[in-house]
């Protein structure tokens, strides 16, 4: 039981500073423009796939630097010259952009890899188990997963609370128009963070394209997640992300191992639902089989009784 | 002079737009299985091996002096779009259609092909169906249209459940299967025939996921560790496979495997970097390093050609008996050709005799239970560069895989 705990604790905690690489920059992005960046997952694609490429010409350890800041250059290019463009019709057309763009990321690299998973291998140097509890062996790369994770979060705090740079950037999200009168360039410290962000889904996607599966629809299938994360973190905080960045990756891997369903709860009141009915599977669906759907009911009731978010200020 | 010119070119034109007549002379065959997403690596080790059948039929002459042409068609492994890609099937003129991967695909299919061919008498489509084996196709969901050349899910967890009956090793065993129609049929299977055959066997774990959208599997190896179990069975199929061993592989979790699929991609890699030496077993309609001449010779091929292992012995089957009952019918007409399937006896891909049972339409075949390790001396074929290679360790002949039935066949005019 214990060993299930601590092992359990370990994945959920590697996989929520995982989500919030991602839902930093989606986080901050959002404060910017007001809208969710529905093409957000794709820059973590477009990551996990330069990061597969450039690993195979030239090693994994630069690709992991270049292939981040690839996808950095070409988000702050999407920002220069489509989003800022679009930005002057309102917040729709912007909304739409972003939705385009993902269609069209993912089109582009079924064209370059094809649809099915790419061969995206753990370098030799992390391929061993790093430690082991009890009889279960812990990955040396998911540590590796967990600590470039952890590092990147310190990194981006001190950056954002301690720096100069940062507190322009803080003060350009909420009031951009007083930024400006004092003379400093938000255009400019728009489109950095719009490649920043970028560049760390990107990173995401570089250290979770070989321990995850690297395909096309990878970014389908984290996206919804992202927005639960931000969402339920509250819109525009990066407190708030990180913290539900870690509460949903605990949920997805505690859930799993949890084996618990109405009938186990109740069962003291000896109701059994005739077998066959709706009610009955209901009655006897275990958490573990509804684990994936759990973020999706956190959300729901976020939006119902704290509709800022648990740590935002602003209505979503 | 420039006038004239013009009027060549369209003439010209005119003879290249009328070479569609040349399609006339191809007998075009619907592939459609997952090519994207989490069941892309068996679709297209699928289209592959398909393609490879097509090309040594095509030289020894084809059928009816027509060519035999392949089309992919991707249906996500969903059940609505596939129905869109088979009426996109239908509208190119195709009429016959392969399938195998995802049962709750394959049903929704055989309703379709049912509905479809009632509505319009004279154009009819045939389902050949590959892979998927829920038993319910050839039971309370049969249909006249659909062919099944793979060994259903409770054949094969017969075949299974008989194997380990004598191995008193197990005493724990953990259930993980995909949530949709077959995964249900799988563990349903396992818990029924293991209570008559084992009852001793404990089952300390009963699990469904969500079917080819998992990334990671390392929860549920961790909660199969605190189980305790001995053995895992499992009907898990391509990504879900490879990524369950993965995980295991990673958190070294030291069991054995009973399962369906292990020879999918990904896994017998898996399977090495655990060093689970012949402690992975699957049960299947063929094994590479049978000493068969004739199927060796076709496995050396396809591995030299396409760099994959023949996953789908049934599929050479299907197509050889496909084409079997076009010459026997002189017409690749899908009524014809399906009445000459019912009931055909067929020497296999791997050597024996099997038959194709009129009352559901469900292929009988030699089956095997093969395990994952050292390769013996007079075993050529390893898997993936490991090394490793299939061995076969019970061989179940035709006759004793025959399970009834429960499907009252509708025949067409009948």
Known sequence: MLELVIISTLNGVQFGMLLFLMASGLTLIFSMMGVLNFAHASFYMLGAFFGFQIARWVGFWPALVIAPTLVGVIGALVERYGLRNVHRHGHVPELLFTFGLAYVIEEVVQMIWGKAPVDFRVPALLDFPAFTVFATNYPAYKLFMLLISAGIFVALFLVLTRSRIGLVVQAALTHPHMVAHLGHNVPLVFMSVFGIGSALAAIAGVIAGPALVTQSNMAGLLGPILFVVVVVGGLGSLAGAFAASLLIGLIQTFAVSVNVSLADIFGFTHFTPSPGSILNDLWTVTLAQIAPILPYLLLVLVLILKPTGLWGTRET | ?414
């Open chain 2, 1 to 414: 002079m420039g006038a004239k010119l013009l009027w060549g070119l369209v003439a010209v034109a005119a003879l290249y737009i009328s070479a569609p007549v040349k399609a006339q002379e191809t007998i075009k065959i619907a592939f459609i299985d997952p090519l994207s997403g989490g069941g892309a690596s068996a679709g297209e080790a699928g289209v592959k091996t398909y393609q490879f059948i097509a090309d040594q039929l095509n030289a020894k002459g084809g059928v009816l002096g027509k060519r035999i042409e392949i089309v992919g068609y991707d249906n996500k492994l969903n059940p609505q779009e596939s129905l869109i890609q088979v009426q996109k099937a239908i509208d190119a003129g195709i009429r016959i259609i392969t399938q195998g991967n995802g049962s709750g695909v394959a049903a929704a299919i055989t309703d379709f092909v049912a509905k479809y061919n009632d509505r319009n008498p004279g154009k009819e489509v045939l389902y050949l169906n590959y892979a998927a084996v829920d038993p319910v196709l050839t039971n309370e969901k049969c249909n006249f249209w659909h062919f099944r050349f793979d060994a259903n899910s409770d054949i094969k967890m017969e075949a299974l459940t008989n194997y380990m009956k004598p191995r008193t090793n197990i005493r724990k065993v953990y259930l993980i299967n995909q949530d949709y129609s077959f995964g249900q049929a799988v563990r349903v299977a396992a818990r029924k025939m293991l209570a008559a055959k084992r009852p001793d066997i404990q089952i300390v774990g009963d699990e469904l996921h969500p079917l080819q959208k998992i990334t990671d599997f390392a929860p549920y190896v961790a909660k199969i560790k605190a189980s305790g179990a001995d053995s895992i069975i499992t009907g898990n199929w391509a990504q879900d496979m490879a990524l369950l061993l993965k995980a295991a592989a990673d958190a070294g979790l030291q069991v054995d495997w009973y399962t369906y699929y292990a020879e999918g991609i990904g896994s017998p890699t898996a399977i090495k970097q655990t060093g689970l030496n012949h402690r992975v077993f699957q049960v299947g309609e063929g094994a590479a390093n049978e000493p068969y001449a004739p199927a060796q010779e076709f496995e050396k091929a396809l591995r030299a050609k396409y760099d994959i292992a023949l996953l789908y012995p049934r599929a050479v089957n299907e197509m050889r008996m496909l084409v079997t009952a076009m010459s026997e019918a002189k017409s690749a007409e899908p009524g014809k050709v399906a009445a000459k399937l019912e009931g055909m006896k067929f020497d296999v891909f791997d050597g024996g005799e099997g038959f194709m049972r009129a009352d559901d339409h469900q292929f009988f075949q030699p089956m095997y239970v093969k395990s994952f390790g050292d390769l013996a001396a007079n075993e050529p074929f390893d898997e993936e560069k490991t090394g490793w290679g299939w061995h076969v360790v019970a061989k179940v002949d035709t006759a004793d895989t025959v399970l009834p039935t429960v499907c009252k066949m509708k025949r067409p005019n009948a």
